[in-house]
C-alpha cells in the first residue's frame, strides 16, 4: 500500500508565472500601435505638388514644412526664420554631413520656397530635397 506524503500539497508554490506578464505586455503593444497611428494622422496638413518622377523618401535630420498659410515649421514645432537659422546651423555644426526636406504647400509662392532654400545652404547643409507626390500614386489611389 502506497503512502500519499500530505505535505507536497501544503507547500508554497515558488515558481514565478510569466503568463499573465506577457500578456499585459501584449495588450500595452496593441494599445501602442493602435495610438501610434492616430499620433501620425494629426500631423500637419500639407497639399504636396505632384510629379511623375519623384523619388523615393530620404532618412533627413532635417525637416522644413511650409503650411499654405506661410507658417514654417522645423521638426514638427513652428519657428520663424531667424530661430530657423540658428537651430540649422547648430544641428550642421554637429553634423556635416546632414540632409534637409523641405515640403511646401502648392499654393506657396514659389519665392517663398526659393528663400527657405536660401536660408537651408547658407546655415551649412549642402544637400537637401524637396518633397512632392509621386503623380502615379495618386492616379493608383483615385481608381
Known sequence: M?????????????????IPFVD????????????STAIVKAAIKVDL?????????????VNL?????????????????????RRIRALSSKNPKIQAVIS??????????????DLVKQNGVE???LNIERELALKQERL
Open 2 to 18: 502506497a503512502m500519499l506524503d500530505q505535505r507536497d500539497d501544503e507547500e508554497v508554490i515558488s515558481t514565478i508565472n510569466i
Open 24 to 35: 499585459i505586455v501584449l495588450v500595452l503593444l496593441i494599445i501602442f500601435m493602435v495610438t
Open 49 to 61: 505638388p505632384k510629379a511623375a518622377s519623384a523619388g523615393s523618401a530620404v532618412e533627413t535630420t
Open 65 to 85: 514644412v511650409v503650411a499654405k498659410d506661410g507658417e514654417l515649421i522645423l521638426d514638427g514645432q513652428t519657428v520663424d526664420e531667424n530661430e530657423a537659422a
Open 104 to 117: 511646401a504647400d502648392k499654393l506657396v509662392a514659389y519665392g517663398r520656397v526659393i528663400a527657405i532654400i
Open 127 to 129: 544637400t537637401f530635397a
